[in-house]
């Protein structure tokens, strides 16, 4: 017997109605399993999805379908699930992800678009950029069998991602999803596939497209013409025809972090797609962020790491430096770093690298710089009455000496760069001084001295290198959880620009454990250590987090549903809202996220209840 109901999922904004509701299938009418369609509901046209199909109805009353909106179903098998586990995993809806994972339809490009076979993939040998690593050669061998893998590899000195990425694809025989942060690096990675597998057999997906275009791109993708995809975190979900390998490169990039509830992370939902479509998954970036570390230390992911030393010539501000010359050693662009510009000026261009714009101000140790923390672990804020309090539990209590060094004393700082430019260009003058950051992003300088001072995440590439690095802004620290690996993963990416035997200056103390692992070129070290103080924390990854927002007695009755093991942390005001944070065991994981999830649907179905925002696992806890 032929399906004659078809159960969907309405879009509407309310948590209770994220449920199934059966709809009759007119007749002649071609529903398929991700059709997206219109319902009458409460008396109105609304969207749906078609998540499945059934010979009868669960109820007794049901209402036709009143419109197949588009021929192509546009959520496949392999999508529908794994936007059923996304909403799961982050205590979501289903439309809140299903949104994401489809662009608006657009009816011109679908009828622009037609199935055609791929063309075929260019046979290309291996190019070498893998040889520098260990496992590099096991990793190609694996992906060309399409024995499913996962691994996590941290750049060697002196090489550049496209190479490594475009090996990877050439080697892959099946489909493949190539994820990078921002248009530059979508660009870059296009222009080096072209040739190999044609610009017909590859489709882009990025944010920045308008509504036409990026519909072509996804149905292009979605009925094969495209084998790979490339994209930024718009991509996450593209439709990809036999998947076997998603790359995902410099995860540790906020721009993954999607803005809208439910604040799906990309590397998590690599991580959840790998898994329920059997693929592979490799991720790289210039460091390791702490996530990976743990993948890798849990077995669910093998490390991929460079197999040669470093030759480039790291420094960072010695203990003789301050007692030499402690005005020099505390500014924030010590003698040595002057040196550092002076010298690579006489070969080349320099890259000066300075925090992102807009840091927060934080309370850090007066003695060493570490940021000031609770009892509870969390970072520390001068309320506007002048008192001091925890960003998380909101106490107030002392909160003792400083865990490195021992100093009570507590100081402000903020990052101020803005002026950086105007003083190096004061500093050397006659020499051309440019400035790139995310709104002006430069992309590429020819080789001849010249000063790129650049944020975090635009510095550009030089034509062979620069020829020295300078990083300010090292020993700053913000109130992110993930400060500690932010700072390491702008070092190492400022440092991969650097020609083999430049000088790279960091403005932080040698004895830093970033610095150190810059010196021995040892990103997963530093990491592993991260690692440790989160566990030690009860922190994610070690843990599950939720940061939950709403007025007090909505907070209040969703926490009070939780029977799994877990500790709550405030409330707190922030932004004429209350706030608390609830962290559970990794083990209850699952658990944790049906349970929120479950009581936020429950708390949705009151009269009179207000909206609640969940974010779960947030990088930045103040989120």
């Known amino acids: 017997m032929s399906p004659s109901i078809a159960r969907v999922r309405i879009d509407v904004p309310v948590r209770h109605l994220d449920r199934d509701f059966d709809y009759v299938i007119p007749e002649g009418m071609d529903v398929h399993v991700g059709s997206r369609v219109r319902v009458r509901f409460s008396g109105r046209l609304v969207d749906a999805y078609v998540v499945d199909l059934a010979t009868e109805a669960e109820v007794e009353r049901v209402s036709p379908i009143q419109r197949l909106v588009g021929e192509i179903p546009t959520l496949t098998p392999a999508t529908l699930p794994l936007v059923h586990a996304v909403a799961e995993r982050y205590a979501g809806t289903f439309w809140d992800v299903a949104r994401t994972a489809v662009p608006p339809r657009h009816a011109k490009a679908e009828r622009e678009?037609?199935?055609?076979?791929?063309?075929?993939?260019?046979?290309?040998?291996?190019?070498?950029?893998?040889?520098?690593?260990?496992?590099?050669?096991?990793?190609?061998?694996?992906?060309?069998?399409?024995?499913?893998?996962?691994?996590?590899?941290?750049?060697?000195?002196?090489?550049?991602?496209?190479?490594?990425?475009?090996?990877?694809?050439?080697?892959?025989?099946?489909?493949?999803?190539?994820?990078?942060?921002?248009?530059?690096?979508?660009?870059?990675?296009?222009?080096?596939?072209?040739?190999?597998?044609?610009?017909?057999?590859?489709?882009?997906?990025?944010?920045?497209?308008?509504?036409?275009?990026?519909?072509?791109?996804?149905?292009?993708?979605?009925?094969?013409?495209?084998?790979?995809?490339?994209?930024?975190?718009?991509?996450?979900?593209?439709?990809?025809?036999?998947?076997?390998?998603?790359?995902?490169?410099?995860?540790?990039?906020?721009?993954?972090?999607?803005?809208?509830?439910?604040?799906?992370?990309?590397?998590?939902?690599?991580?959840?797609?790998?898994?329920?479509?059997?693929?592979?998954?490799?991720?790289?970036?210039?460091?390791?962020?702490?996530?990976?570390?743990?993948?890798?230390?849990?077995?669910?992911a093998n490390s991929i790491v460079t197999a040669e030393r470093s030759t480039l010539r790291v420094r960072g501000i010695r203990s003789e430096d301050a007692a030499g010359d402690e005005a020099s050693a505390s500014a924030r662009i010590p003698r040595r770093a002057w040196e550092a510009a002076k010298e690579g000026l006489a070969h080349g261009p320099v890259l000066v690298s300075v925090a992102r714009r807009g840091y927060i101000p934080a309370l850090v140790c007066q003695g060493c710089g570490t940021p000031a923390q609770c009892l509870c672990g969390g970072p520390l804020r001068m309320a506007s009455s002048g008192a001091v309090e925890c960003r998380w539990c909101g106490s107030t209590a002392p909160t003792g000496p400083c865990r490195v060094c021992g100093d009570a004393r507590i100081r402000a700082t903020s990052i101020g760069a803005e002026r950086t430019a105007e003083e190096l260009g004061r500093a050397f003058p006659g020499v051309p001084v440019t400035f790139s950051?995310?709104?002006?992003?430069?992309?590429?300088?020819?080789?001849?001295?010249?000063?790129?001072?650049?944020?975090?995440?635009?510095?550009?590439?030089?034509?062979?290198?620069?020829?020295?690095?300078?990083?300010?802004?090292?020993?700053?620290?913000?109130?992110?959880?993930?400060?500690?690996?932010?700072?390491?993963?702008?070092?190492?990416?400022?440092?991969?620009?650097?020609?083999?035997?430049?000088?790279?200056?960091?403005?932080?103390?040698?004895?830093?454990?970033?610095?150190?692992?810059?010196?021995?070129?040892?990103?997963?070290?530093?990491?592993?250590?991260?690692?440790?103080e989160r566990e030690s924390a009860r922190l994610p990854p070690a843990t599950r987090l939720a940061s939950i927002s709403g007025a007090r007695a909505d907070i209040d009755a969703v926490v009070a549903a939780l029977t799994c093991t877990h500790i709550v942390l405030g409330p707190v005001e922030v932004d004429d809202a209350w706030r608390v944070i609830v962290i559970a065991p990794r083990a209850e994981g699952t658990a944790f996220t049906r349970q929120l999830r479950h009581a936020a649907m429950t708390r949705s179905a009151h009269r009179g209840a207000g909206a609640i925002s969940i974010h779960v696992d947030p990088r930045d806890i103040d989120q």
Not at 169 to 193: E, F
Not at 475 to 480: L, P
Not at 487 to 492: D, P, Q
């Open 113 to 300: 678009v037609l199935a055609v076979p791929p063309p075929g993939v260019t046979a290309v040998g291996p190019t070498g950029a893998w040889h520098r690593y260990s496992g590099g050669a096991e990793l190609l061998a694996a992906i060309a069998s399409r024995t499913v893998t996962r691994a996590v590899w941290s750049s060697a000195p002196g090489t550049d991602f496209v190479d490594e990425v475009t090996e990877l694809v050439a080697a892959n025989p099946g489909g493949t999803l190539v994820l990078v942060p921002d248009m530059r690096d979508v660009r870059r990675i296009t222009a080096s596939l072209t040739p190999i597998v044609g610009a017909e057999a590859m489709s882009t997906l990025v944010n920045e497209m308008g509504p036409q275009r990026r519909y072509r791109e996804f149905l292009r993708t979605l009925v094969g013409s495209a084998r790979v995809c490339v994209g930024n975190r718009s991509a996450a979900f593209a439709p990809v025809v036999d998947l076997s390998l998603v790359i995902l490169w410099n995860d540790a990039d906020d721009t993954y972090c999607e803005p809208r509830a439910p604040y799906w992370d990309t590397r998590e939902v690599c991580a959840l797609r790998s898994h329920l479509a059997d693929c592979s998954l490799v991720v790289g970036g210039p460091a390791r962020s702490v996530v990976t570390q743990a993948w890798v230390e849990r077995g669910w």
């Open 437 to 532: 950051q995310a709104e002006h992003m430069v992309d590429r300088v020819k080789d001849r001295p010249a000063i790129i001072v650049a944020t975090a995440g635009a510095e550009p590439i030089a034509d062979g290198g620069f020829a020295a690095a300078v990083i300010l802004d090292a020993g700053s620290r913000s109130v992110r959880l993930t400060q500690a690996e932010d700072a390491v993963h702008r070092w190492f990416s400022v440092a991969l620009r650097a020609r083999a035997d430049a000088p790279v200056f960091v403005t932080a103390p040698e004895s830093d454990a970033g610095v150190q692992s810059l010196l021995r070129w040892d990103a997963p070290w530093v990491a592993a250590r991260e690692l440790g």
